[in-house]
């Protein structure tokens, strides 16, 4: 039972994060017509331009989900991502980074419980980094951990709800918990927002048959 309100706590998680995020994306990304000055500077100075704001990191980062969208081929999606994902991998901290790399490092060499280690010391430092719990997920998943796994995935989630990966990753232990119906949704959500992902399209169409075959 326990596990089960886990599971739906998750999914409610993911799905409304994308639901929320996506109107403030296309709120904030209508430009601005150049030349335009604010309506109470025209009367003033109708031939002023508007200064120039510089964009913030996260509006960049917004523009980038927007471009991933829209993307019409995988090569120019795969392009968008790796932009992306360079910008989730930078905490803004140079400890943490250089704890992150030595646990991907021991990851790949299978050293699971010094990678999760190193991630403990990585989230200690920077709690509201997501890349550090969506790494965490990754680490406690291959350690045979799935409910843990779950809840960094849902930390990953409230700091990033566009985290694909992390929908991905829930998704597959939703799969693997026999819950086919709502690892479709988080699948369908990571494709709402990486609609050219070939992991993600493959995840979808392989429980078609078993999800919306049995709904129909």
């Not at 031939?47 to 991933?68: Q, W």
């Not at 829209?70 to 994902?85: F, H, T, V």
């Not at 409910?147 to 985290?163: F, N, V």
């Amino acid at each position: 039972m326990m596990i089960a309100r886990l599971i739906s706590r998750l999914v409610a998680l993911a799905l409304a994060a994308a639901a929320i995020h996506g109107p403030a994306l296309a709120q904030n990304a209508a430009p601005q017509r150049p030349g335009a000055v604010a309506p109470a500077d025209k009367d003033d100075n109708p031939a002023a331009p508007a200064p120039a704001s510089p964009r913030s990191p996260a509006a960049t980062l917004d523009r980038l989900f927007e471009r991933l969208a829209a993307a019409k081929s995988a090569e120019e999606a795969k392009g968008i991502a790796n932009l992306i994902q360079r910008r989730w991998a930078r905490s803004g901290s140079d400890t943490a980074d250089l704890l992150m790399t030595r646990a991907q490092t021991a990851l790949r060499q299978k050293q699971t419980e010094i990678a999760i280690e190193l991630l403990d010391r990585v989230i200690s430092l920077e709690p509201d980094w997501a890349e550090g719990w969506n790494q965490r997920a990754s680490a406690l998943f291959v350690a045979g951990d799935p409910i843990r796994s779950m809840l960094d995935i849902g930390e990953a989630l409230k700091r990033e709800p566009r985290h694909y990966g992390a929908m991905m990753g829930l998704g597959t232990i939703l799969r693997q918990q026999g819950d086919d119906k709502r690892a479709m949704v988080a699948y369908r959500r990571a494709l709402e927002i990486y609609p050219q992902m070939e992991a993600i399209k493959n995840a979808v169409d392989s429980l078609k048959i078993e999800v919306d075959g049995r709904d129909a």
